[in-house]
């Protein structure tokens, strides 16, 4: 569709007979005769939502993990001692 100047009107163009045309119709790509099941793709979306939300959160997972591994490398390589944090209960004096 060209673009048309506001209050330029647009000549209408008659409807092709799709006999002589080279290419065919649409009408095979059409929906066929059994109506939509909607309630099956809200949930193949859902699932697809929730796969996504899942990729999502093991990324951010990993993301912390190497950085954590990246850290403690790198204060091992710089020849520090007890870079890595040792969670201990606490000492209980009796």
Same mark, same amino acid.
């Given at each position: 569709?060209?673009? #048309?100047?506001?209050?330029?009107?647009?000549?209408?163009?008659? &409807? #092709?007979?799709?006999?002589?045309? &080279?290419?065919? %119709?649409?009408?095979? !790509?059409?929906? %066929?005769?059994?109506?939509d099941? !909607?309630?099956?793709? @809200?949930?193949?979306? %859902?699932?697809?939502?929730?796969f996504?939300?899942?990729?999502?959160?093991?990324?951010?997972?990993?993301?912390?993990?190497?950085?954590? @591994?990246?850290k403690?490398?790198?204060?091992?390589?710089?020849?520090?001692?007890?870079?890595?944090?040792?969670?201990? &209960?606490?000492?209980? &004096?009796?």
């Amino acid at each position: 569709m060209p673009f #048309q100047r506001p209050g330029q009107v647009r000549p209408r163009v008659p &409807p #092709q007979s799709s006999e002589g045309s &080279p290419v065919e %119709g649409m009408e095979k !790509y059409a929906g %066929g005769d059994e109506p939509d099941n !909607y309630r099956q793709r @809200m949930i193949n979306n %859902g699932l697809a939502f929730i796969f996504c939300v899942v990729l999502v959160v093991i990324g951010v997972w990993l993301a912390t993990a190497i950085a954590e @591994m990246r850290k403690n490398q790198d204060c091992v390589l710089s020849g520090r001692r007890n870079c890595a944090h040792v969670n201990a &209960p606490p000492a209980n &004096p009796i």
